[in-house]
Each structure stands twice: as structure tokens, then as C-alpha cells.
């Protein structure tokens, strides 16, 4: 029997706009294993990013049941769920969201738990950045800063890493030399992987590409 | 790498903002140290000036008796008193020496003799020095005595010769000038009653006089300390300002931080540091500007001899823990708005 690493159970997250009640995500029901690479489409307010910060413990759902790794997030305390997040979650963003003042090695280092040094150094060599280390963002192009962004969401070996929109920025061969990366992991090291995308190249990589439209999953399609 | 070393690059990443705010800081601490520092070392001064003068009461010849001198007897009558205690006696005396009138005082307190040069033992005011062509060693004639100079005073408005007490009181046929003492009771009672058992002699009660000067340099003190933290405050209030900026431009690389797993307490504890460190590196580079402040004033007024006592260690270490404090203090609303941060609307900040 597999693991579960991402339970969602009848998740609803409602945002006041105006005097109307938009449902970001309505309902959603959503289990995600251990070792699964999946995609998540869908046109712009489909609830896409929102069911994203709601799995990545950086929003709260209105109402429903989310579980990550068995710890239902809500419960937890605002410190449990940053714990949470250091130790068992990785992001990647759509920008990078690199700290500009810090070198590749110190931004990967950021949100380490051991101060490993070394352990960084080698994350950054598995994904092509070898003697980069003291690169700042600026000196580095835009494939290598999002490199840099998932050796951090790497660093303290999450047990999910999420990413958002990761190849927006990136023109086709860094976008998929970048997809190439995240499906590398999720082989070699089973590491589990939702990336949400616009882009159909990019949802390819996944093994299981999820639609979704007004909060609620309209098609599944597993390879 | 951990948020203080973060923290530390931001004040590095905006040098040119961090040192604006810094020198809020570092004006009101140099202000706060020059005016605390020159008034503190004067009032010190005028202190141990008055303290000489730390009595209840002071018994002196009454005028009536032609004299400036009180004989053994007398003395001894007083010092005898039950409501007396804590006695300081001082004999004066003067001679003709070479057609002038040069006057002897004997001290106990050599320390309030102002050296220029030589030792303490027979010690000449430099008018003495002056007119007379004395220097150390020279020997002066007095009272069937020879006594040799031994130090010269910086002094120079009297003609004044101090030796020890006891060798006064000896050289004037054990009298005394006046006799100095505390009591426990009511002093002008006290002198009353003196007055009206022992004959031929003055009492005076003064404390209160003196009471008075130091009550007003420690009002001083606390006026200067007033507008002192001022300056400070306009400083304090720069911290604020920058720090609120700060967070204002770093919410998007806030949210990140929140979401790659730091705490609220975390992030709070970062900006506070920012904001101790403001404070702190302004209050060394103050202190330093506020003690060249002093040297430059010293100078200018001739306090060079109280220098020192207008750099008290409690004045140092002072502004600088409070500037660092009230920094820490003023970084405590932007910390808490750091750390109230929506991570989803910080996210989306541009």
C-alpha cells in the first residue's frame, strides 16, 4: 500500500470579494502518494495556485480536511506548521524568489537545519552548478537561478516539493532542462512532486496531469 | 546561514540608508555623552569642592576677642562636646616675610592642594613661587622654624603656604582657627547652645548653604539629561522609520522566507536584531564622537584636570546599552508587522 503524502478531503476555500463569495477551490478531493510526479492545469482562476498554498500549509481552507503526511495542518500551531514546512515541504516559484544580497551556496543554506556547507555544495554539483557557489543571482541566468531555487527546496530532504509555475520565466531549453531536473529526482530519488503549470511541455514530464476548473478537478489522466 | 547573518547583510546590502540612520543615533549619543559627560565631570568638581565644606557646624573666635585664633583649651572644650563628632580643625597663621604678609595653612586633606610640581609637605601657591623667587628646596623662615618647600601649587591668587595640620597647630602654640564638626542634632540649636556655654567663640552652621549648590548642579544634571534624550529620540524615531521602510520593501522576500519554513518568532527576532545592530554600532561610533567632544570642550575651557570624570564608565556603557535597547524597542512594531504578514499576499508583493 502506498503512502499518502498530500490528503485533501472535501476542501473548500472561499475569499470574500466584495459582496460576493468566490470558491477558490470547492470541494476538492485529492490524494497524492509518495514517489508521484503530477501536474496540475488549468486556465487562470481555476483554483490552481490557491489549492498550492493550501497544500504548501501557506493558507488555510475554509473548510475540509488537509493532511500532509498524516499531520492534519490546520490543527497544527502557526511554529508546528512552519516546522512543517522547512522539514517536509519544498517550493519552487514561478521568480525564482532568491535572496539577491546572498551567493548560490548561502541562498541554498537559508532555511538548512545542519549548516551542512558541504551538503549544499553538493546538491548544487547533482543539478549543474558546479563552482557557482559564491554566484549571486544577478550574475547568474535565469535557468541557474531557478537551479539555485530547487537545490533550497532540496536542502533539508522534503518529503514533497511543490512548484508553481517553475518554467515561466524560462525560455523552452531552460524550461525543459528544468523539468529534466525535477523528473530526475522524482525517479532516482522518489522524491514526490506537484508542479503546477500553464505549460503543456512541461506538464508532460509528470506521470499524472490534473485539470482543474472553478476549484474542483474536471479531468485526471495518469500515463 | 541563519537570519542574523541575513539581517546583518541587509544593513550592508543599503549602506547608504543604514549610515543615515545610524548618525540619528550617533548625533543624540554624542550629544547625550558631551552634554551628560562636561556637566557630569563640572558637578563632580563642584562636589568635591563643597564636600571641603560638608559640616553641621563651625566654630571660629568670636570677633569680640581680637583674635583669629582660638587657644588649646577652647579647642579642646569643644572637641569634648557629646552632640559633636567627625572634627576637622584648621589653623591659619600669617608673617611678615620681607615686608609681606604671607599666610600658613595647615591641611590634613592634601589632595585638595593642586599640585604643579614637587611632593606634598610645605607646599608654596605659585604667586608665593613669584614674588618671593622660592622654588623647591628654598628655605623659609618662619616662627623661629625653618621649613623647606617641597611642592608648588598651581595656584595664584593669594600668598598661601600649606603644611600639616599638626605642625601649624605647633608652629602656632597649639591654636587652632577654626574647628569643623557634624552633628546629629539640630544644628542651629546645637550652635546656639555652644555659643552660650563656652566663651569667646562663633558658631556658624553652613551644610545648608552648600546642600543648596549641589542640590542645583544635580537639577542641572537632570535638565541636561532631559534635552540630551532629545536628541536621542530623533535618532530612535529614524530607526523606525528605516526599519518600517524596510519591511515595506522587503515583504515579498519576507514571504519567502516564511515560506521556506521560518517562524513568525524568527522573522521577528531578525528584524529586532537589525534594528539592535543600528543602534549599537551608533552608539560605539557616538561615544567616540561625544569623548573627542569632551577632549575638544575640556580644552576650550581649561576643565583639562576633570577630563577623566567626564567620561564615567556608567556614561559609556549607559548609551550604549540604551541606544541598543531603545533600537531593539523601535524595531518592535515593524517586527511585528513583518511577522503578521499575509505569505500569500507577500508572495504576490512586487
Same mark, same amino acid.
Given at each position: 500500500?502506498? $503512502? ?14 466584495? /459582496? ?9 478531493? #485529492? ?37 500532509? $503526511? ?10 508546528? +506548521? ?11 516559484? +514561478?521568480?525564482?524568489? #532568491? ?34 557557489? $559564491? ?9 541557474? +537561478? ?33 523539468? +529534466? ?6 525517479? $532516482? ?14 506538464? /508532460? ?8 476548473? /472553478? ?9 | ?42 558637578? !563632580?568638581? *563642584? ?14 573666635? @568670636? ?11 577652647? @579647642? ?8 559633636? &563628632? ?17 599666610? =600658613? ?18 607646599? *608654596?601657591?605659585? !604667586? ?30 593669594? =600668598?598661601?603656604? =600649606?603644611?600639616?595640620? !599638626? &605642625?601649624?597647630?605647633?608652629? @602656632? ?8 564638626? !557634624? ?149 518592535? &512594531? ?11 499576499? @507577500?508572495?504576490?508583493?512586487?
Amino acid at each position: 500500500m502506498n $503512502n499518502h503524502v498530500l490528503e485533501f478531503r472535501n476542501v473548500w476555500k472561499t475569499y470574500h470579494m466584495g /459582496d460576493d463569495l468566490v470558491n477558490a477551490l470547492a470541494g476538492l478531493d #485529492l490524494v497524492l502518494d509518495e514517489g508521484s510526479f503530477t501536474a496540475v492545469m488549468g486556465p487562470s482562476g481555476s483554483g490552481k495556485s490557491t489549492f498550492l498554498h493550501v497544500a504548501g500549509i501557506l493558507d488555510t481552507p475554509t473548510m475540509g480536511v488537509c493532511r500532509l $503526511n498524516g499531520n492534519e495542518t490546520v490543527k497544527l500551531s502557526k511554529k508546528e +506548521q512552519a516546522r512543517l514546512r522547512r522539514n517536509e515541504i519544498g517550493f519552487i516559484f +514561478q521568480r525564482f524568489n #532568491l535572496m539577491s544580497q546572498l551567493t548560490s551556496l548561502e541562498n541554498v543554506m537559508l532555511p538548512m537545519i545542519d549548516n551542512d556547507s558541504q551538503k549544499a555544495k553538493e546538491i548544487l554539483d547533482k543539478i549543474g552548478l558546479h563552482g557557482k557557489y $559564491n554566484k549571486r543571482p544577478t550574475q547568474l541566468s535565469g535557468g541557474e +537561478q531557478q537551479r539555485v531555487a530547487i537545490a533550497r527546496a532540496l536542502i533539508n530532504n522534503p518529503s514533497i516539493i511543490l512548484a508553481d509555475e517553475p518554467t515561466g520565466e524560462l525560455d523552452t531549453r531552460n524550461a525543459n532542462s528544468i523539468m +529534466q531536473i525535477l523528473r530526475d529526482l522524482n525517479m $532516482n530519488e522518489g522524491v514526490t512532486i506537484v508542479v503546477v503549470t500553464h505549460n503543456p511541455v512541461a506538464a /508532460d514530464f509528470a506521470d499524472e496531469i490534473i485539470h482543474m476548473s /472553478d476549484g474542483k478537478i474536471v479531468n485526471m489522466a495518469s500515463k | 546561514m541563519d537570519l542574523y547573518s541575513l539581517a546583518f547583510n541587509n544593513i550592508r546590502r543599503r549602506k547608504l540608508r543604514s549610515i543615515l540612520t545610524t548618525l540619528g543615533i550617533i548625533i543624540g549619543v554624542a550629544t547625550i555623552v558631551m552634554l551628560l559627560g562636561v556637566t557630569t565631570g563640572v558637578t !563632580s568638581a *563642584i562636589k568635591d569642592e563643597t564636600n571641603k565644606y560638608m559640616y553641621d557646624v563651625v566654630v571660629t573666635p @568670636a570677633s569680640s576677642t581680637g583674635s583669629y585664633l582660638m587657644d588649646g583649651q577652647t @579647642a579642646s572644650d569643644i572637641r569634648n562636646r557629646s552632640e559633636l &563628632y567627625d572634627f576637622r580643625e584648621v589653623t591659619v597663621f600669617s608673617e611678615d616675610i620681607k615686608g609681606d604678609r604671607l599666610f =600658613f595653612e595647615g591641611t590634613n586633606n592634601w589632595k585638595d592642594v593642586k599640585l604643579k610640581t614637587g611632593t606634598y609637605g610645605v607646599v *608654596i601657591y605659585q !604667586s608665593v613661587a613669584d614674588k618671593y623667587g622660592y622654588s623647591i628646596g628654598s628655605k623659609i623662615k618662619v616662627k623661629n622654624r625653618e621649613l623647606t618647600v617641597t611642592g608648588i601649587s598651581k595656584d595664584t591668587q593669594s =600668598f598661601y603656604v =600649606f603644611i600639616d595640620q !599638626s &605642625y601649624a597647630k605647633q608652629l @602656632a602654640g597649639n591654636k587652632v582657627s577654626a574647628i569643623y564638626a !557634624s552633628t546629629d542634632g539640630d544644628p542651629k540649636t546645637v550652635s546656639e547652645e555652644i555659643e552660650r556655654q563656652i566663651n569667646g567663640i562663633s558658631v556658624e552652621t553652613k551644610s545648608e548653604k552648600v546642600n543648596e549648590v549641589q542640590e542645583m548642579t544635580g537639577q542641572a544634571l537632570l535638565f541636561t539629561a532631559i534635552i540630551a534624550s532629545v536628541a536621542l529620540l530623533v535618532g530612535i524615531i529614524s530607526v523606525i522609520n528605516t526599519m518600517l521602510i524596510s519591511v515595506m520593501e522587503r515583504t515579498k522576500e519576507l514571504g519567502v522566507l516564511k515560506a521556506i519554513g521560518f517562524t513568525n518568532w524568527e522573522i521577528k527576532g531578525s528584524i529586532l536584531f537589525e534594528s539592535g545592530l543600528l543602534g549599537f554600532s551608533g552608539g560605539i561610533v557616538g561615544v567616540i564622537f561625544g569623548i573627542i567632544g569632551i577632549i575638544g570642550i575640556a580644552n576650550v575651557l581649561k576643565l583639562t584636570e576633570y577630563m577623566y570624570g567626564m567620561m564615567p564608565l556608567w556614561l559609556i556603557l549607559g548609551v550604549i546599552v540604551g541606544s541598543t535597547l531603545l533600537s531593539v524597542l523601535a524595531g518592535l &512594531y515593524p517586527a511585528m508587522r513583518a511577522s503578521k504578514l499575509n505569505v500569500v499576499e @507577500a508572495l504576490r508583493n512586487e
